[in-house]
């Protein structure tokens, strides 16, 4: 069963730095992409961040670019995102999801990801 | 970014009804579209992708369409537990992924 587990969300100060984590299980985890996802609170979805199987290619939404690092260690099998500069702009509960994308004609399209898989989310708050 | 709009933003139905929900790209983005249904407090759930594929274990009362721009879900016939909110999302090419504002299913 495949099983994702985040950890590390709390309160941070604005301009505070957050790790978080997300321990995944069930299956082999380097053979797939990963991705973070957060949700403002009653708001919808916005893709934040993902990072291919190998951890060689890593994206990011224009929100959080240069100030999001995603990385992953395989030999772990966990994700990880590193928060900077946080805002309060940044408070959301944040879902780290699998990632598969489509191949047309033995083309596979790395960055364009949906999600088959998800954690249960870790809620990061930023405020004074 | 390609913009992804749901309508309606928040529907009213019966158990038993059927509900279709649609989701437009700004451009077009062939077949490269994604459903997820989300219960209060709970994470996403993936539904269809590629337009019209049906994830395994999802009820085949679920059902997709479309391409291009212009895309549908259709709940044939509305469950209990089908009252959530329904979100659709974009993965044509890395040119930032992007999901719509969602659509809320309520019971009249």
């Known amino acids: 069963e495949v099983q994702l587990l985040e950890s590390g969300g709390g309160l941070v100060q604005p301009g505070g730095s957050l790790r978080l984590s997300c321990a995944a299980s069930g299956f082999t985890f380097s053979n797939y992409a990963m991705s973070w996802v957060r949700q403002a609170p009653g708001k919808g979805l916005e893709w934040v961040s993902a990072i291919s199987g190998s951890g060689g290619s890593t994206y990011y939404a224009d929100s959080v670019k240069g100030r999001f690092t995603i990385s992953r260690d395989n030999s772990k099998n966990t994700l990880y995102l590193q928060m900077n500069s946080l805002r309060a702009e940044d408070t959301a509960v944040h879902y780290c999801?699998?990632?598969?994308?489509?191949?047309?004609?033995?083309?596979?399209?790395?960055?364009?990801?949906?999600?088959?898989?998800w954690g249960q989310g870790t809620l990061v708050t930023v405020s004074s | 970014d390609i913009q992804m709009t749901q309508s309606p933003s928040t529907l009213s139905a019966s158990v038993g009804d059927r509900v279709t929900i649609t989701c437009r790209a700004s451009q077009s983005i062939s077949s490269w579209l994604a459903w997820y249904q989300q219960k209060l407090g709970k994470a996403p759930k993936l539904l269809i992708y590629k337009a019209s594929n049906l994830e395994s274990g999802v009820p085949s009362r679920f059902s997709g369409s479309g391409s291009g721009t212009e895309f549908t879900l259709t709940i044939s016939s509305l469950q209990p537990d089908d009252f959530a909110t329904y979100y659709c999302?974009?993965?044509?090419?890395?040119?930032?992924?992007?999901f719509g504002g969602g659509t809320k299913v309520e019971i009249k």
């Open positions: 999801a699998r990632a598969l994308t489509h191949c047309t004609n033995g083309v596979c399209y790395s960055g364009a990801y949906y999600f088959d898989y």
């Open positions: 999302q974009q993965y044509n090419t890395y040119s930032g992924l992007t």
